[in-house]
């Protein structure tokens, strides 16, 4: 199976998930963008308190800080072998960063209705350290706890509903272009995002194995 993969689909379409379940099948490191950005906000990191206004509002952060902290972490010597991109290239701008670098030889775009993204954010919970939960369709043991770690869950700063509202219209009009890009290459795999996390792992699965 291919060793460079790209994951994208909306907001609360599950790319963190399925992400973290092909990282740990292929062996390759998850490199999620949103996750990075996370740490460097909570680190209160100059490029964090850049990046927290934009995140907090749903729009996009800067091309330069996003290429520049991906591009940093696909030089560390544990990508050299392959990694899954989740959440990164969102704009045509940073798939021809990308392409600088070795590109990804599959991009996967998980598909979900709107008003079910709505649900599973409403839901979300996570912990310091990423694991993600969902207090209706999987929630921890413990409610309000992690599972992995014991940390404390949180919802996420732009979990509110208009802020969602604006992650999906940017997602539409940013990345929807980048989905043709890699589409007119013969690289991407619509894949139906919908129902449990184990279904949408099979169902990537079987499209990649196939390809
Ligand atoms: P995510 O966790 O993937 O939903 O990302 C959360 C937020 O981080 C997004 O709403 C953006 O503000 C920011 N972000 C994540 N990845 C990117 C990217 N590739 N380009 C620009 N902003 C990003």
Known sequence: ?????????????????????????????????????????????????????????????????????????????DAADGWILDGFPRELSQAQALEDQLGPEAVVVLQVP????????????????????????????????????????????????EVVEERLATYKRETTPVLDYYDGKGLLHRVDGTGDPDQVYERVLSELESS
Do not use: W
């Not at 460079?4 to 790319?15: N, T």
């Not at 990075?36 to 995140?55: D, I, K, N, P």
């Not at 649900?119 to 999987?138: D, E, F, L, Q």
């Open 114 to 161: 709107d008003d079910e993204v709505f649900i599973r954010i409403a839901g979300r919970r996570t912990c310091p350290s990423g694991h993600v939960y969902n207090v209706r369709r999987s929630p921890p043991k413990t409610p309000g706890v992690c599972d992995i770690d014991g940390l404390p869950l949180q919802q996420r700063e732009d979990a509110s509903e």
């Open 1 to 77: 199976m291919h060793r460079r993969l790209v994951i994208l689909g909306p907001p609360g379409g599950g790319k963190g998930t399925l992400a973290s379940r092909l990282a740990e099948h292929l062996g390759v490191p998850h490199i999620s963008t949103g996750d990075m950005l996370r740490l460097e906000v909570a680190h209160a990191s100059a490029l964090g308190s850049r990046a927290q206004a934009f995140m907090n509002a749903g729009e996009l952060v800067p091309d330069e800080i996003v290429v520049e902290i991906t591009t940093r972490r696909l030089a560390e010597p």
